[in-house]
């Protein structure tokens, strides 16, 4: 069983739409972060946040940490086919706590 | 500076026999981590290691996994012997020191495909 539950599984858009990513859980992070993973690589970090309404801006994507620090989610505005990948979360609860993964929203920008 | 490296990128095995993995984290990185990916799914911890320490082998199958990192730096997974479920990616990753706010860095993965 997944502590963090990532939702949708799969999400198909074409380029210039907006998508958003959730990434939900019933138990308070103290940390979380957005990885993107392409096929063959491995994932790679796009943003920590760690303080309860925290939002980032990175480019086109918008991260939210929620109030409760127990949500994310990842908005993307006009998605480029370049945005394509695995899109994971990962939450860390305390110090010296392993991180946990998300199960991955898998993210397909047709041109 | 180079990234962690993984070896073999790939590799196909029968079932029952053995099969090892080697992973070089980044220099200076004292946290490596092994990680099961299944096909489309989120990475799940195998092992952690602080220097040459496993302090966290609670999801390792310990009766057919085993790794080791002697010297602190470089770090080996094998599996003896291969089932079925088995095939999957294999990740390594490695972090400067560990907490929960501190970027993971990985590798390209091992893929296992047990026949």
């Known amino acids: 069983t997944q502590l963090l539950e990532q939702s949708p599984q799969f999400l198909s858009i074409q380029e210039g739409e907006n998508l958003t990513v959730y990434c939900n859980s019933s138990?308070?992070?103290?940390?979380l972060q957005w990885y993107r993973q392409e096929p063959g690589e491995g994932p790679v970090l796009l943003v920590t946040v760690v303080t309860g309404g925290e939002v980032k801006k990175l480019k086109r994507l918008t991260f939210q940490f929620g109030d409760a620090r127990k949500d994310s989610s990842l908005h993307i505005t006009a998605a480029q086919p370049g945005d394509t990948g695995l899109y994971l979360c990962a939450g860390g609860r305390a110090a010296g706590n392993k991180l946990t993964f998300g199960g991955g929203t898998r993210v397909l920008v047709k041109p | 500076e180079a990234g962690v490296v993984q070896s073999p990128r790939y590799k196909i095995i029968e079932k029952k026999q053995p099969v090892a993995f080697w992973c070089n984290p980044i220099?200076?990185?004292?946290?490596l981590y092994w990680y099961l990916q299944n096909l489309g799914q989120g990475p799940e911890l195998l092992i952690r290691y602080e220097n040459e320490e496993a302090v966290d082998d609670s999801q390792l199958p310990k009766d057919r996994f085993s790794a080791e990192r002697l010297k602190g730096v470089d770090s080996t997974l094998k599996i003896q012997p291969a089932e079925l479920g088995d095939s999957a990616v294999y990740l390594c990753a490695s972090s400067i020191n560990y907490g929960n706010t501190g970027e993971l860095f990985f590798g390209e993965g091992s893929r296992l495909t047990v026949l």
């Open positions: 138990s308070v992070f103290s940390s």
């Open positions: 220099s200076g990185h004292n946290t």
